[in-house]
């Protein structure tokens, strides 16, 4: 055993000891630390500084209480939170999760994973992701409101356009960021650049809100790009019908694909004549309603209650996951496979269990790990905070043409970082390396703090 894994295995025999009670954030450190080790091999400097166990430990988390009334005068209580992870290349950064299943674990894995994602990007922005398991399917709007204006009263403590910059994820849209803005600015005072993925009227970036879902199939163009090839008349699964599935499904409809599928936490649609995307943001943008709705109103579409989208044969060349974590299972991978999936673009963070991630690899598939594939999320929200920095807002060509930038450059990264490892085609090894190196460095650089 070389000295870089017999240190990684150290430290993630030490973790899974300390945190043996959270699954998922063991989950990301055992898909992240294995592919560091012939980088770590390369840098025995970082092994002496011990640089790993700094890594791995959150420089902050923040638990509160969120007290709020519902509709019927009750009083409720949830929890909220905010991991400020690492700061080595910027303020922290990232979303804020409002779901049922928030725990620390989830929370800490999606810090974890954020802190690659965004030395990706290039941007100078740390790590961080936050929320609640408050879970607004169902409330009122006066009740989301008032539940953001509690989690707004203690989060604007440990918030700051320099310090600390949540937006959005699951749960967490354009409603919930202006009222979280809203009481930020009543308690503190108007300052654009304390959240992004703001409404376009009070600061938001143009595209953020499709950056996401529109940044995972840029990804893919600039691999299809390498391979000689286009998305014209390729059939895509795509899951999930939230703003990424939906941005996904408008990009790859553009680019010449057929996106086939969505799904929601009741079921998936399977529309054998591609996804109608006017009907979709219609009753998910506009009518805040279930899938069931679409069945209903598309004589081509078949709605299945209770499964999982990955459990459906139907042949495809393109899996775009973009629901959450953990949505793909190995054999589910399998059957991605036997369906003739040949690349995977993870529009969500983690949706594909180690094994399925490492079987995908195995099997020659391209395999495109959220921190790479769902980075232009971020991305376009450092952009929101340099067009807020600068008092302007851009055009929504100008934000795209960069945000095209960042995914190829991206890309770029995770293909030459594989290839100098001797391990062409593994974007996992390239995404983590690639994002760890910049982040060591500026660790490495700043000291023991
Ligand atoms: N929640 C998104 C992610 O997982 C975006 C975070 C942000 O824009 O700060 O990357």
């Not at 553009?254 to 529309?271: K, N, R, W």
Request: with cysteine; net charge negative.
């Amino acid at each position: 055993m070389t000295k870089a894994s017999a240190y990684v295995k150290e430290i993630q025999a030490k973790i899974h000891e300390k945190d043996q009670h959270q699954p998922e954030f063991l989950q990301a450190i055992d898909e992240f630390l294995p592919t560091i080790v012939p980088f770590l091999e390369e840098h025995p400097e970082y092994i002496e500084s011990n640089i790993l166990a700094l890594l791995t430990e959150p420089e902050r988390f923040i638990q509160f209480r969120v007290p709020w009334q519902d509709d019927q005068g009750n009083w409720q209580v949830n929890r909220g939170y905010r991991i400020q992870f690492n700061s080595a290349m910027g303020p922290y950064k990232g979303g804020l999760r409002f779901h049922p299943s928030v725990n620390l674990s989830i929370l800490k894995f999606l810090a974890f994973e954020q802190i690659f994602k965004n030395s990706l990007t290039g941007l100078p922005i740390g790590g961080g992701k936050g929320g609640s398991d408050f879970d607004p399917k169902g409330k009122s709007d006066a009740e989301v409101m008032r539940f953001c204006q509690s989690f707004m009263t203690e989060l604007s403590k440990h918030i700051g356009p320099d310090l600390d910059v949540p937006a959005g994820d699951i749960g967490v849209g354009g409603r919930e960021i202006g009222y979280l803005f809203g009481a930020y600015k009543r308690l503190k005072q108007y300052d654009a650049g304390i959240l992004t993925g703001k409404p376009l009227d009070f600061w938001g970036s143009k595209n953020r809100t499709e950056a996401t879902g529109y940044g995972a199939v840029y990804f893919v163009k600039h691999l299809l790009t390498d391979l000689g090839e286009t998305f014209e008349g390729k059939k895509a699964i795509v899951s999930g019908s939230g703003n990424v599935a939906i941005y996904a499904i408008e990009k790859l409809q553009e680019l010449g694909a057929i996106p086939v599928t969505c799904s929601d936490s009741s079921g998936f649609i399977y529309d054998k004549d591609g996804i109608d995307l006017a009907l979709l943001k219609e009753i998910k943008e506009v009518k805040r309603e279930r899938l069931t709705a679409y069945a209903k109103e598309r004589p081509s579409a078949e709605y299945h209650e209770g499964a999982s989208v990955w459990d459906f044969d139907t042949p495809a060349e393109l899996a775009f996951p973009c629901a959450t974590q953990n949505e793909i299972d190995l054999s589910q991978a399998k059957r991605a496979k036997a369906n003739g999936v040949r690349v995977v673009s993870e529009g969500a963070n983690m949706p594909s269990s180690l094994e399925a991630a490492e079987y995908f690899i195995e099997e020659g598939i391209f395999y495109c790990p959220g921190k790479a594939a769902n980075a232009g999320g971020v991305a376009v929200s450092a952009l929101e905070m340099s067009q807020n920095s600068q008092r302007l807002q851009w055009e929504k060509a100008e934000v795209d043409a960069k945000l095209d930038d960042i995914m190829k450059s991206i890309y770029e990264a995770c293909r030459d970082t594989a290839e100098t490892f001797d391990q062409k085609n593994n974007f996992m090894l390239g995404a983590n390396v690639a994002g760890f190196e910049k982040v060591a460095k500026a660790m490495f650089a700043q000291g023991l703090v």
